[in-house]
Nanobody
Framework: QVQLVESGGGLVQAGGSLRLSCAASGRTFSNYAMGWFRQAPGKEREFVSTISGSGGRTYYADSVKGRFTISRDNAKNTVYLQMNSLKPEDTAVYYC???????????????WGQGTQVTVSS
């Protein structure tokens, strides 16, 4: 069974930066595309970014393009989300997830972490 654990969330002022990490169990990590999603109170879960198993392909939501960068280190079974120029609208619980193929759709992801809170003050 694959287990995902997010870390790195916290409180930051607008314009600041945070780096989220997602540590995965198992040695089949490189076979999975990994994604980041977020959910704010009272809102639907939304796609943020995803990366292919090898790290060769990445996609971003329009709302975070140019500000966020997804990366992975398969030797460490870890995926990262570097978040720069943070805005109050980025406030949400951020989740990492694993899927058999790169996708923007939450239902295609088989494994989910428990989430880490990101709060951006104005």
């Amino acid at each position: 069974q694959v287990q995902l654990v997010e870390s790195g969330g916290g409180l930051v002022q607008a314009g600041g930066s945070l780096r989220l990490s997602c540590a995965a169990s198992g040695r089949t990590f490189s076979n999975y595309a990994m994604g980041w999603f977020r959910q704010a109170p009272g809102k639907e879960r939304e796609f943020v970014s995803t990366i292919s198993g090898s790290g060769g392909r990445t996609y971003y939501a329009d709302s975070v393009k140019g500000r966020f960068t997804i990366s992975r280190d398969n030797a460490k079974n870890t995926v990262y989300l570097q978040m720069n120029s943070l805005k109050p609208e980025d406030t949400a619980v951020y989740y990492c997830a694993g899927a058999w193929a790169l996708s923007l759709t939450p239902r295609t992801y088989d494994y989910w972490g428990q989430g880490t809170q990101v709060t951006v003050s104005s």
